[in-house]
């Protein structure tokens, strides 16, 4: 059973709009929740954090928002550009030893922005 | 070589076979990670080391057997695959959790298996 779901395989958007990438969670145990965005042919990069106490962070076009009650997080995008295009992960975390993660991450979503 | 690298990137090779998988990150880091993308399937993690020790082996066929001699280098040892094992394996590491603040995960660009 998938822990981190992303409904939306994929998302078009015109250049200057808002993205909205949606991801929802069962385990109500994960402490941090992560974006991860993906090129063809290239690792996914990490982009975005936010700490399962926090329902809000932001970093430049980047605003991450946590709903903890409907288990459920989005990553906003504003303004989309072209460049944007890639496959979004979501991914939670939970410990395997004192120092190190476990990511579980969701399937992805494909963004297309378009001028 | 800067980040994490990831070679060879592209692999055939028939159930017969023993291949190896070899990653190395350049970054300062503590703990190494596999992980094993499937089509249409999220990144699952497969292994984890931290200070070169096993911490997570996450339900894995005996037919992958990890290694990781010191903190920077970690391999995957293939043999006797399954065509159902094609897939991308993709490696990361960390620096580990410092104080409590999430642990970012760096990925190498994945080697794209395929078995025949």
Not at chain 1, 19 to 48: H, Q, R, V
Not at chain 1, 67 to 79: D, E, F, T, W, Y
Request: proline content about 6%; overall charge neutral; glycine content about 6%.
């Amino acid at each position: 059973d998938q822990q981190v779901k992303q409904n939306s395989p994929s998302l078009s958007v015109q250049e200057g709009r808002i993205s909205i990438l949606n991801c929802d969670y069962t385990n109500s145990m994960f402490d941090y929740f992560l974006w991860y965005k993906k090129y063809p042919a290239e690792g996914p990069t990490f982009l975005i954090s936010i700490s399962s106490i926090k329902d809000k962070n932001e970093d430049g076009r980047f605003t991450v928002f946590l709903n903890k009650s409907a288990k459920h997080l989005s990553l906003h995008i504003v303004p989309s550009q072209p460049g944007d295009s890639a496959v979004y992960f979501c991914a939670a975390s939970t410990h395997v030893s004192y120092n190190t993660d476990k990511l579980i991450f969701g399937t992805g979503t494909r963004l297309q922005v378009f001028p | 070589e800067t980040g994490v690298t990831q070679t060879p990137r592209h692999l055939v090779m028939g159930m017969t076979n023993k291949k190896s998988l070899k990653c190395e990150q350049h970054l300062g880091h503590n703990a190494m990670y596999w992980y094993k993308q499937s089509a249409k399937k999220p990144l699952e993690l497969m292994f984890v080391y931290n200070f070169k020790e096993q911490t997570e082996n996450n339900s894995v066929p005996s037919r992958f057997s990890p290694e990781c001699p010191n903190s920077s280098h970690l391999f995957l040892h293939l043999h006797t695959l399954q065509p159902e094992d094609s897939a991308l394996y993709l490696c990361a590491s960390s620096q580990g959790r410092l104080g409590g603040s999430v642990d970012e995960q760096y990925f190498g660009p994945g080697t794209r298996l395929t078995v025949t």
